[in-house]
């Protein structure tokens, strides 16, 4: 993600918008863990013009590797809601450090998968 977008978030809300029509519902992620990583690496050419490298660092089965992260684990009320995934990426901006921008981390946004059982068998993420 460029940084022009990364940080604003204005255009990195927009994006998010972008995206989830793209993984196939206009109103939330579709299921769909989602990375958000700047660009950081950088190719620079014989008339000094710069522009974003196209590889992306793998880890393990093909995960881009995020270089400072926060990660945000959000419950199916939430994902499953353009508008509220929109005002979580705001909070996150603002308790990062700069409610205009995301301070320079790489936000992952992570689907609830993990659930508390407890001894009357009702279950809570």
Do not use: Y
């Amino acid at each position: 993600m460029p940084a022009a977008v990364a940080f604003n978030l204005e255009a990195f809300q927009e994006s998010i918008g972008n995206l989830v029509e793209r993984l196939g519902c206009r109103t939330c992620f579709s299921g769909a863990d989602c990375t958000f990583l700047h660009e950081r690496d950088f190719i620079i050419n014989e008339k000094l013009e710069m522009r974003a490298s196209t590889g992306i660092s793998i880890q393990g089965l093909g995960n881009p590797v995020p270089w400072r992260s926060a990660t945000a684990t959000l419950p199916a009320k939430v994902s499953n809601n353009l508008e509220q995934i929109r005002g979580v990426v705001a909070n996150i901006a603002g308790r990062l450090g700069c409610s205009a921008c995301c301070s320079g981390f790489d936000i992952l946004f992570r689907h609830e998968l993990d659930f508390v059982v407890n001894e009357a068998g009702e279950v809570r993420g």
